[in-house]
């Protein structure tokens, strides 16, 4: 689930480095694009925001737009993909427990969706009634998974255990979702970040890692 991290609106184009000129004008284009769809879906609605919308927020014609993307969806897909999960793992202590990385993790994506709680809301909504944008969001948690399995697996250290790994970051995932969207459903109502705190608190047990004495980490 998202500049709110999992599922809100990209904040606004990133900066481009490591790219010869031609790249970084076609990266700031592509970003510009991103950005503009995400306020617009936030402000007007998928369905009432139209290609021609988006490359006119973004100063650009309908058809770079689709040299870029080729179809409304596949903006969507890139909106999911703008903040990824894993820095957020990266930028943990080294040497913390997984199941505690992956719990901060998850409170920073929550209360940034929190602070931005309309424009949240906003693609919680497109995720939870079109079916064609569920669809993209499965892709893209998929995606997620992966990156955050490989982080998990290398903070449980030796010998791997990529079932382990994979299983912890699933989880940790599929809470983050069941939270927002239930959240959403509610109107943004319910108290976000307590009702994580009991959520994580029951899937403590399952993510705790037991060390080679014996003791368990959460």
Excluded at 63 to 92: C, E, M, N, Q
Excluded at 145 to 161: N, S, T
Aim: net charge neutral.
């Amino acid at each position: 689930m998202a500049s709110p991290a999992h599922v809100s609106v990209p904040a606004g184009p990133a900066p481009v480095v490591g790219l010869g000129l031609r790249e970084r004008k076609k990266a700031r284009t592509r970003e510009t694009l991103v950005h503009a769809a995400g306020r617009l879906f936030a402000e007007r609605g998928y369905e009432a925001t139209t290609v021609e919308d988006i490359a006119a927020a973004a100063d650009v014609s309908p058809r770079t737009f689709f040299r870029y993307f080729p179809a409304k969806d596949d903006v969507v897909s890139a909106i999911f993909r703008s903040a990824g999960l894993g820095p957020l793992v990266d930028a943990r202590p080294p040497a913390e427990p997984a199941a505690r990385s992956l719990r901060a993790m998850a409170f920073l994506v929550l209360r940034a969706c929190a602070d931005n709680r309309e424009k949240s809301l906003a693609v919680l909504h497109m995720i939870a009634t079109r079916p064609e944008l569920r669809a993209r969001f499965a892709e893209v948690q998929q995606e997620r998974i992966d990156e955050l399995a490989g982080q998990v697996a290398r903070r449980l250290g030796a010998p791997p255990d990529p079932l382990r790994a994979r299983l912890m970051a699933s989880w940790t995932l599929a809470t983050l979702d069941v939270l927002l969207l239930d959240w959403a459903a509610g109107g943004g109502g319910p108290d976000l970040l307590a009702r994580a705190e009991a959520a994580f608190d029951q899937l403590a047990p399952a993510l705790a890692e037991t060390t080679t004495d014996g003791r368990v980490n959460l």
